[in-house]
């Protein structure tokens, strides 16, 4: 019945599996971190850092989450009000059955040189 209600609504068949796009996800080393920005042309910009804390157990995944509880109003108040970085200003927490992740993200018009420093001395 959802088919059926999507395909009338949107008027579209669901994309054949090996035309879907493929995800995959990246198991970091230990100690290790990712940052990922993209500068465009426009004025659209992010900037995503992530962390990954290992194999996802109930205690870790608790342990984040109490993270994400006690990080995540501080940083928004200080990069979205106070800073004025931007559409989205968030930490997050993330689990699933390969790790457990926190990540902070900001979605900009202002310059990726400025937001990259201002929230890596933050996080310190």
């Known amino acids: 019945e959802v088919s059926e209600r999507l395909y009338s609504t949107f008027r579209a068949d669901a ?58 109003v501080p940083f928004y108040h200080e990069m979205r009000t106070q800073r004025g970085f931007g559409y989205i200003a968030q930490a997050m927490a993330h689990s699933d059955a390969l790790t457990t992740s926190f990540g902070f993200l900001i979605q900009s018009d202002r310059s990726v040189k400025e937001i990259v420093p201002t929230t890596e001395d933050w996080i310190k």
């Open 15 to 72: 994309l054949e599996t090996e035309l879907r796009p493929k995800y995959e996800k990246v198991q970091l080393p230990t100690g290790k971190s990712l940052q990922f920005w993209d500068q465009v042309n426009g004025k659209n910009n992010a900037w995503l850092l992530a962390y990954q804390f290992g194999k996802s157990t109930p205690e870790l995944d608790m342990a984040v989450e109490v993270g994400h509880s006690i990080l995540s």
